[in-house]
């Protein structure tokens, strides 16, 4: 799989808006604007300030931007920009502000990507797992956060992010392997457990992913993957972040094999099936990435 310009200008199978993107023509080309009507639609299921339960919570799940936008026109049925309460929103994450955010901005012909990463700005000496959306300019990649408002007082602009309140997944690896940093200080939130070298190591591979426009969920996993208890492959582990990173730095060559890797190599990509370990507490279960189905209700 090619990653240049011209594939982050076009539509992943994961942010076509398919039948709704009429909906997307009368949205605002402005950054600034763009990411507002993402947060009009969007409530995050931790941090929104509503406790979601159910079918509402399982809209966490919604792994394809046609899917979501589905769910919100059958509730609401209104252009984009119009205005919806809270409670009215789509229930999702980062990787949903993230992906809705570069699913607007290809429709307009702008390359966009979803980068995957730890946040320094949640949890006061903490690093949060998060996404963000990057779009070139014309000249560079520009970070921006989509769910942060940009008039909530912040020490970086969220629509064009400096190099350091946010870093790779495959940075922080690197830096545990190092021993420059406590891996324990990376994870899901300083309240729970899902943190440590595991989950850094696995979200190498989710930014592998992304970077080859398979924006697939946060829980999902796959061949390379596993869980903490689980055996792992260090030495595969470090060469892809070690591609990651200078791919991202403009090696050219280093961009090519990943992209290569990733083609070639069944356990470095979802390979048509994750198994999708949802934060709703069901217990974990294949999806089939083509039928869009749990592979168990196929009798498989």
Not at 7 to 17: I, K, M, N, R, V
Not at 138 to 143: F, H, I, K, N, T
Not at 221 to 233: L, R, T, V
Not at 271 to 293: E, Y
Request: proline share 6%; glycine share 8%; net charge negative.
């Amino acid at each position: 799989m090619r990653t240049d310009l011209t594939d982050y200008a076009s539509q992943s199978a994961f942010s076509d808006p398919g039948i709704h993107a009429g909906l997307y023509d009368a949205l605002p080309t402005d950054v600034h604007e763009l990411t507002a009507v993402v947060r009009n639609l969007l409530v995050h299921y931790r941090a929104g300030g509503i406790e979601f339960s159910g079918e509402r919570l399982d809209e966490i799940n919604h792994r394809w931007i046609e899917a979501a936008l589905t769910t919100d026109q059958k509730r609401n049925g209104t252009p984009l920009a119009t205005p919806r309460e809270p409670a009215d929103r789509i229930v999702g994450c980062c990787r949903d502000y993230t992906l809705l955010t570069v699913s607007a901005l290809r429709h307009q012909g702008i390359p966009a990507r979803s980068r995957i990463g730890f946040a320094v700005y949640f949890a006061e000496g903490f690093n949060c797992d998060h996404v963000v959306a990057e779009y070139w300019n014309g000249d560079r990649w520009v970070m921006v956060d989509a769910q942060l408002d940009p008039a909530d007082a912040k020490v970086f602009d969220s629509l064009d992010m400096p190099t350091g309140p946010f870093l790779s997944a495959a940075e922080v690896w690197q830096r545990i392997r190092a021993g420059e940093v406590d891996a324990d200080d990376f994870g899901v939130d300083p309240g729970l457990p899902i943190r440590g070298s595991w989950f850094v190591r696995n979200y190498v591979f989710l930014q592998l992913a992304h970077l080859q426009r398979d924006e697939v969920l946060l829980w999902d996993g796959w061949g390379a993957m596993g869980g903490p208890d689980e055996p792992a492959d260090l030495d595969l582990s470090d060469e892809i972040a070690t591609l990651l990173i200078a791919s991202d730095a403009g090696d050219e060559s280093a961009t090519e094999e990943l992209a290569t890797r990733y083609a070639k190599d069944p356990n470095l990509r979802p390979d048509n099936r994750v198994q999708m370990h949802s934060p709703t507490g069901a217990a974990p279960v294949w999806i089939d990435l083509t039928t869009r189905q749990p592979i168990d209700a196929q009798g498989n």
